[in-house]
């Protein structure tokens, strides 16, 4: 397990709520009815782009999050109040990682991104 003292950042894990539309597809919903469950991680930025598509300038942003809980899904969201610059919403982008060591199960890693523009 990651010490305690080094997952500094206090998140939000918000698991969607699914429906089936009247064609038969999934979706998702992120609001009210959607589960939400307070963590304890470690967030560092991975790549910062400005890429110019369309007419738009949108900033993508990658970031990682570890944490020692182990239920964090692909669709999942991450909100982070605290950011320094106001509070953030990642997407969980792919499936988290599991982190091993010759002990077992470490911790938990998974890439996240946001796109603003």
């Known amino acids: 397990m990651v010490p305690d003292r ?3 950042h206090d998140v939000v894990v918000v698991r969607p709520a699914t429906s089936t ?3 038969g597809d999934v979706e998702l919903d ?3 009815s959607a589960t939400r469950t307070s963590i304890r991680a470690w967030l560092q930025q991975d790549q910062r782009d400005e890429t110019f598509r369309d007419g738009r300038a949108p900033l993508d942003q990658r970031w990682l999050l570890v944490t020692n809980e182990t239920d964090v899904a692909g669709r999942d969201r991450i909100e982070w109040a ?12 792919g499936p ?5 060591t010759g002990a077992g ?3 938990l890693e998974a890439g996240l991104r946001v796109v603003e523009g």
């Open 6 to 8: 080094l997952l500094v």
């Open 30 to 32: 992120y609001g009210a």
């Open 82 to 93: 605290d950011h320094p610059a106001g509070s953030v919403t990642f997407e969980v982008d």
């Open 105 to 107: 199960l470490h911790h």
């Open 21 to 23: 539309d009247a064609y």
């Open 96 to 100: 988290p990682e599991p982190a091993y």
